[in-house]
């Protein structure tokens, strides 16, 4: 894993106020405009994936045009350029970037005391940039194991 880059993804995920796990940025062909200037009207709600996780790799590595982010992995997705490039086996990038009973958020739900509804899913838009950014770190340091 290349726990270096997501530390510096777990940084700018706590500096920005652009950050929720349940909203996925609108892609080409929707009028993108700079991931650090996106209003609410652009989001598009319940995606089901923690895709901001992976998007936030791939701004930090490729610069904000989504165009970019797959760069010279020629074949791959945003998803999947993200996972390539933090080192991730499929099964890691699932619990990291999907909203599933098997992910890394649905693991810490008790702990930050995410309401967690009747199929037993954390409330993802209840984590917060600092929360998301404790556990990109302790995921990082092995401390929550992916």
Same mark, same amino acid.
């Given at each position: 894993m290349n726990a270096d880059l997501l530390n510096q993804v777990a940084d700018l995920i706590e500096r920005t106020d652009r950050f929720n796990l349940s909203y996925l940025v609108r892609g080409p062909g929707d009028g993108r405009r700079s991931v650090f200037s996106l209003r609410a009207s652009e989001l598009l709600h319940n995606c089901q994936t923690t895709a901001c996780v992976a998007g936030w790799v791939n701004v930090l590595?490729?610069?904000? $045009?989504? $165009?970019?982010?797959? =760069?010279?992995? $020629?074949?791959? $997705? =945003?998803?999947?350029?993200?996972?390539?490039?933090?080192?991730?086996?499929?099964g890691q990038a699932d619990r990291l970037f999907y909203a599933n009973e098997n992910s890394v958020w649905n693991s810490q739900a008790e702990r930050f005391d995410w309401v967690v509804d009747y199929d037993g899913l954390a409330d993802w838009s209840e984590i917060t940039a600092a929360q998301a950014a404790t556990v990109l770190r302790e995921v990082a340091s092995g401390v929550i194991d992916l």
């Open positions: 590595v490729a610069g904000e $045009d989504p $165009d970019r982010w797959v =760069g010279d992995l $020629d074949g791959e $997705d =945003g998803l999947a350029a993200a996972r390539v490039r933090l080192g991730l086996s499929i």
